[in-house]
């Protein structure tokens, strides 16, 4: 560890004299990532340097022990225990600031929700879920913004996309991408039986201009009137647009607004976002082991959580975690599978790092 302490002493030492290059300061996207960097690495060796004191504190201590007598040994060995139980407080804090940074830790979230298998249900559905973030986002204090839905005949969603901004919104709603399953009686079934539906849940990290550059000859823009459910037009304008990302294949369209230029800006909002995110899964696939991507296939089969109406029961697949308390959770008290998601998150990443030692 004592090698780990000084590498990251020294990196910290250089970007600190990095941070007054001039041709950094004329990059502001690089400076960014530098400025970010120094600041966790600030908290990160003042830590080591009162881990590095406390243990010079003990070792002098002892020295002065085998020559003290009396109230001087007492006296000593007391200071020797406080220091020794400050230190491995100490070492606890460093092993948490280790724990790599969120890149996403800032950021604002934009939301995905599709109705994928079980047909009018699944739409059905995808409208609970958007109404149990609604919630959830109202307790929290944080502002929600559609940028664009599509209603299904029954008055779900085929599709919704929203942003929701605040502080911590990002370290909250980052668990939440994925199938999620739902197991009840649909409106539309006359005998009773349950039957098994499923929503998938995106959830992309906003970007900005600093985080995505996009060329304008790299996209395609098509413009065409907006649809409401069942496919009949809502206006007499072409003010609907669709943008291609033509080097990705990315694709996002959005209605809502009345404004071609509004429905654009919209999109270009969503679109960033979605190579953000992109990008990131390239870089941590190269890092480590691919990992599907957030959406799946929105099968059966495929699962985060699971909604059982009967037995009022919601439980996370991932943790297995199972809560009688479905009513409450879609009312948007999610902060007890939130928090126990985060738990298990941090637990994984100490016993990485410990591994690592």
């Known amino acids: 560890m004592a090698d780990l302490h000084e590498e990251l002493e020294q990196e910290f030492l250089d970007i600190q004299d990095r941070l007054g290059d001039q041709d950094l300061l004329a990059d502001q996207t690089e400076y960014a990532k ?24 003990i070792e002098t201590a002892k020295e002065m022990l085998t020559e003290a007598d009396g109230s001087d040994r007492e006296l000593l060995r007391e200071e020797i225990n406080i220091t020794q139980e400050r230190l491995e407080s100490l070492e606890m804090e460093l092993r948490q600031l280790l724990i790599p940074k969120d890149p996403n830790e800032n950021k604002n979230v934009i939301l995905e929700i599709r109705g994928a298998e079980g047909g009018e249900e699944a739409n059905l559905f995808a409208r609970d879920l958007f109404e149990m973030y609604s919630s959830f986002a109202s ?17 779900g969603f085929t599709s919704i996309t929203f942003i929701l901004k605040g502080g911590d919104v990002w370290s909250q709603m980052k668990y939440e991408g994925g199938p999620h399953r739902v197991q009840r009686v649909p409106v539309t079934e006359t005998q009773g039986r349950v039957h098994t539906s499923s929503a998938t849940v995106s959830v992309l990290p906003e970007a900005d201009e600093i985080d995505i550059r996009i060329e304008e000859s790299d996209l395609q823009v098509d413009v065409f009137r907006s649809s409401g459910p069942g496919g009949q037009s809502v206006n007499t304008t072409d003010s609907a647009v669709r943008i291609t990302h033509k080097p990705t294949g990315i694709i996002v369209s959005m209605q809502d607004e009345k404004s071609q230029l509004q429905n654009k800006a919209r999109a270009m909002v969503v679109l960033r976002s979605r190579l953000l995110q ?7 696939a190269e890092q480590s082991a691919s990992r599907k991507g957030q ?25 297995g975690l199972t809560l009688y308390k479905l009513d409450r959770i879609l009312s948007g008290e999610i902060n007890e599978v939130i928090d126990a998601l985060a738990e298990n998150e941090r637990a994984i990443q100490l016993t990485s790092l410990e591994d690592n030692e």
């Open 295 to 319: 959406m799946g296939g929105g099968g059966r089969s495929e699962k985060i959580r699971t909604y059982n109406f009967k037995e009022n029961r919601v439980t996370d697949h991932r943790i």
């Open 34 to 57: 530098v400025a970010r960097r120094y600041s966790e690495l600030e908290n990160i060796v003042e830590c080591i340097r009162h881990i590095r004191s406390s243990t010079e504190d």
């Open 139 to 155: 307790k929290r204090g944080w502002k929600l913004e559609v940028l664009n839905s599509q209603q299904s005949d029954m008055g």
């Open 278 to 284: 992109a990008e990131q899964e390239r870089v941590q």
